[in-house]
Protein backbone atom coordinates (compact mmCIF):
# COMPACT_ATOMS: atom_id res chain seq x y z
CA UNK A 1 0.00 0.00 0.00
CA UNK A 2 1.32 3.32 -0.76
CA UNK A 3 1.19 6.11 1.25
CA UNK A 4 0.08 9.67 -0.20
CA UNK A 5 2.88 12.02 1.00
CA UNK A 6 0.73 15.82 1.05
CA UNK A 7 3.40 18.88 0.23
CA UNK A 8 2.71 21.75 2.45
CA UNK A 9 3.00 25.06 1.54
CA UNK A 10 5.50 27.11 4.32
CA UNK A 11 3.82 30.11 5.10
CA UNK A 12 5.57 33.05 6.22
CA UNK A 13 5.03 35.78 8.82
CA UNK A 14 4.32 39.56 8.55
CA UNK A 15 7.13 41.12 9.82
CA UNK A 16 5.37 44.32 9.12
CA UNK A 17 4.08 45.60 12.46
CA UNK A 18 7.07 43.91 14.80
CA UNK A 19 9.49 46.11 12.44
CA UNK A 20 6.79 48.94 12.96
CA UNK A 21 7.34 48.77 16.45
CA UNK A 22 10.85 48.41 16.93
CA UNK A 23 11.04 51.65 15.12
CA UNK A 24 8.10 53.21 17.23
CA UNK A 25 10.33 52.35 20.57
CA UNK A 26 13.18 53.20 19.47
CA UNK A 27 11.91 56.86 18.80
CA UNK A 28 10.76 56.66 22.18
CA UNK A 29 13.94 56.41 23.88
CA UNK A 30 15.49 58.64 21.79
CA UNK A 31 13.04 61.22 23.38
CA UNK A 32 13.61 60.20 27.02
CA UNK A 33 16.99 59.80 26.78
CA UNK A 34 18.72 62.11 28.87
CA UNK A 35 21.95 63.90 27.52
CA UNK A 36 23.09 65.51 30.51
CA UNK A 37 24.33 62.73 31.80
CA UNK A 38 26.15 61.83 28.90
CA UNK A 39 29.38 64.00 30.28
CA UNK A 40 29.18 62.22 33.52
CA UNK A 41 31.89 59.95 34.55
CA UNK A 42 32.24 57.84 37.48
CA UNK A 43 35.39 58.88 38.90
CA UNK A 44 34.32 62.33 39.14
CA UNK A 45 31.59 63.86 41.89
CA UNK A 46 31.35 67.36 41.28
CA UNK A 47 31.34 69.77 43.81
CA UNK A 48 27.91 71.64 44.89
CA UNK A 49 27.16 75.79 44.50
CA UNK A 50 24.62 77.96 45.35
CA UNK A 51 25.71 80.38 42.65
CA UNK A 52 25.66 77.66 39.41
CA UNK A 53 23.96 79.14 36.38
CA UNK A 54 23.32 77.47 33.13
CA UNK A 55 25.33 79.01 30.13
CA UNK A 56 23.73 82.06 28.48
CA UNK A 57 24.24 80.51 25.03
CA UNK A 58 24.59 76.70 23.93
CA UNK A 59 28.41 75.90 24.00
CA UNK A 60 29.20 74.50 19.77
CA UNK A 61 32.61 73.68 20.33
CA UNK A 62 33.10 71.57 23.67
CA UNK A 63 36.27 69.71 24.65
CA UNK A 64 35.11 68.05 27.90
CA UNK A 65 37.93 66.80 30.45
CA UNK A 66 37.04 65.07 33.53
CA UNK A 67 39.27 65.29 36.55
CA UNK A 68 39.61 62.82 39.12
CA UNK A 69 39.82 62.96 42.84
CA UNK A 70 43.46 60.95 42.01
CA UNK A 71 43.86 63.99 39.80
CA UNK A 72 43.71 61.64 36.31
CA UNK A 73 42.33 63.68 33.57
CA UNK A 74 39.80 61.53 31.53
CA UNK A 75 39.28 62.87 27.50
CA UNK A 76 36.97 60.79 25.24
CA UNK A 77 37.48 57.44 27.97
CA UNK A 78 41.60 58.04 27.14
CA UNK A 79 43.91 59.30 30.41
CA UNK A 80 45.94 61.85 30.60
CA UNK A 81 48.25 63.82 33.01
CA UNK A 82 48.52 67.60 33.55
CA UNK A 83 52.44 67.08 31.14
CA UNK A 84 50.55 64.66 28.38
CA UNK A 85 47.10 66.76 27.98
CA UNK A 86 49.03 69.09 25.81
CA UNK A 87 48.48 66.35 22.84
CA UNK A 88 45.22 66.25 22.87
CA UNK A 89 44.45 69.68 22.88
CA UNK A 90 47.03 69.59 19.93
CA UNK A 91 44.61 66.67 18.71
CA UNK A 92 41.58 68.30 19.24
CA UNK A 93 41.84 71.65 17.60
CA UNK A 94 43.39 69.94 14.54
CA UNK A 95 40.25 68.08 14.66
CA UNK A 96 38.33 71.30 14.27
CA UNK A 97 40.59 73.12 11.78
CA UNK A 98 40.24 69.88 9.65
CA UNK A 99 36.47 70.38 9.69
CA UNK A 100 36.73 74.01 8.93
CA UNK A 101 34.15 74.75 11.89
CA UNK A 102 36.54 76.52 14.48
CA UNK A 103 39.73 77.09 15.77
CA UNK A 104 41.14 77.88 19.41
CA UNK A 105 39.38 80.83 19.83
CA UNK A 106 35.89 79.13 19.43
CA UNK A 107 36.79 76.03 20.72
CA UNK A 108 35.49 75.54 24.52
CA UNK A 109 36.82 73.61 27.25
CA UNK A 110 34.56 71.92 29.84
CA UNK A 111 36.29 71.33 33.14
CA UNK A 112 33.93 68.59 35.14
CA UNK A 113 36.68 68.83 38.42
CA UNK A 114 36.05 66.17 41.57
CA UNK A 115 35.05 68.16 44.40
CA UNK A 116 38.48 66.63 46.13
CA UNK A 117 40.90 67.60 43.76
CA UNK A 118 43.19 70.81 44.55
CA UNK A 119 42.38 74.16 42.91
CA UNK A 120 46.26 74.47 41.45
CA UNK A 121 45.91 71.04 39.38
CA UNK A 122 42.96 72.56 37.69
CA UNK A 123 44.87 75.78 37.68
CA UNK A 124 47.66 73.68 35.83
CA UNK A 125 45.05 72.40 33.51
CA UNK A 126 43.90 75.84 32.54
CA UNK A 127 47.67 76.74 32.00
CA UNK A 128 48.39 73.92 29.58
CA UNK A 129 45.70 74.88 27.54
CA UNK A 130 46.22 78.51 27.42
CA UNK A 131 49.80 77.30 26.08
CA UNK A 132 47.54 75.63 23.00
CA UNK A 133 46.12 78.72 23.13
CA UNK A 134 42.60 77.86 24.32
CA UNK A 135 40.81 80.60 25.59
CA UNK A 136 37.41 79.80 27.17
CA UNK A 137 36.65 77.78 29.91
CA UNK A 138 33.65 76.46 31.80
CA UNK A 139 33.59 74.96 35.39
CA UNK A 140 30.71 72.18 36.22
CA UNK A 141 29.31 72.06 39.37
CA UNK A 142 26.06 70.58 41.19
CA UNK A 143 23.71 73.21 41.87
CA UNK A 144 23.05 73.36 45.75
CA UNK A 145 19.44 72.46 46.26
CA UNK A 146 19.70 72.38 50.50
CA UNK A 147 18.97 76.56 50.91
Not at 60 to 67: N, Q
Not at 86 to 95: C, D, N, P, W
Not at 115 to 130: F, M, P, S, T
Amino acid sequence: MRVKSEKRELTEADLTPMIDMVFQLIAFFMVLINFTQTEANDHVKLPSSELVKPPEQPIEFPIVLHVGFDGVIYVGGDQYTAETLGTRFRSELAVLRAQGDAGEKEANVIIRAHKDVAAGEVQEIIRVAQEEGLENFALRVKEDLSS
